[in-house]
Nanobody, 114 residues
Framework: VELVESGGGLVQPGGSLRLSCAASGSIFWINAIGWYRQAPGKERELVATIARSGSTNYADSVKGRFTVSRDNAKNTVYLQMNSLEPADTAVYYC?????????WGKGTLVTVSS
């Protein structure tokens, strides 16, 4: 499966962005799909994931600000990001875990700066 992210860009602190991850095939059967990010000089970290059941998991740093969702009919996963902070600046990657194999998109850059 191929994953293509979009929606990144430059935003001021306190602003919002919505990232999209379009999959080349059906995501209905994918249990764990979501978002990771990597800031300059740091390791890649989990941001949020969503299961087939709709249950979600968030990094503590984004709880209450970010919302992950999935539209199985459109084979797309979203990340709504509100109250963005400079510390959220990173390349955001879409990730799907299919049968233990990790699939990654190429990433989209989010820059939070005034």
């Amino acid at each position: 499966v191929e994953l293509v992210e979009s929606g990144g860009g430059l935003v001021q602190p306190g602003g919002s962005l919505r990232l999209s991850c379009a999959a080349s095939g059906s995501i209905f059967w994918i249990n764990a799909i979501g978002w990771y990010r990597q800031a300059p000089g740091k390791e890649r970290e989990l941001v949020a994931t969503i299961a087939r059941s709709g249950s979600t998991n968030y990094a503590d740093s984004v709880k209450g600000r970010f919302t992950v969702s999935r539209d199985n009919a459109k084979n797309t996963v979203y990340l709504q990001m509100n109250s963005l902070e400079p510390a959220d600046t990173a390349v955001y990657y879409c990730n799907a875990n299919i049968g233990g194999t990790q699939y990654w998109g190429k990433g989209t850059l989010v820059t939070v700066s005034s």
